[in-house]
């Protein structure tokens, strides 16, 4: 059975995952992960969505303000061993659905240009690559996309 709950930073379950997140995150980033995990702090981030699955916590996202009308998806997680079965997909819809409701009018996100299965996701649903932006701007690790929200009634 799979859950989507939504919840924020302080929720109990968070640690886990975003410790792994974290943990893979400094192996691809390498030798940049520290200016990208500056970006990334818990406290920063009010809104996130834990996938459950079989009463296990296994993959998270977040969204959060980056200016008026634009949603930031944020700390996109699936466990490796949950991987491969549309479960990111479900999150990041779910967080889509929640940026509409709070009257966001597009999705944008960052990630790395190594990774290669992030990219496809995004791809796979409906984000478009553009220029990076604001703090990623020149950064040549970083692909940036956006994504037009549908509004929600």
């Known amino acids: 059975m799979i859950l989507l709950k939504r919840t924020n930073s302080e929720d109990p379950d968070l640690p886990l995952?975003?410790?792994?997140?974290?943990?893979?995150?400094?192996?691809?980033d390498?030798?940049?992960?520290?200016?990208y995990d500056q970006f990334n702090k818990l406290d920063r981030i009010k809104n996130f969505i834990i996938l459950y699955?079989?009463?296990?916590?296994?993959?998270?996202?977040?969204?959060?303000?980056?200016?008026?009308g634009i949603a930031e998806v944020k700390r996109m997680f699936v466990m490796p061993e949950s991987r491969g079965k549309g479960l990111a997909s479900l999150i990041l819809n779910e967080l889509e659905l929640w940026a509409a409701k709070l009257s966001f009018k597009k999705c944008i996100l960052e990630t790395g240009i190594r990774q290669s299965d992030a990219i496809?996701?995004?791809k796979k649903n409906g984000y478009k690559i553009i220029p990076n932006y604001g703090q990623y701007a020149g950064m040549e690790e970083s692909l940036c996309f956006e994504k037009a929200l549908i509004p929600s009634e």
């Open 30 to 35: 390498g030798d940049d992960h520290a200016f």
């Open 120 to 122: 496809k996701l995004y």
């Open 17 to 28: 995952l975003v410790k792994q997140l974290d943990e893979e995150l400094a192996v691809t």
């Open 53 to 68: 699955q079989d009463d296990l916590p296994v993959g998270c996202g977040a969204i959060k303000e980056y200016e008026l």
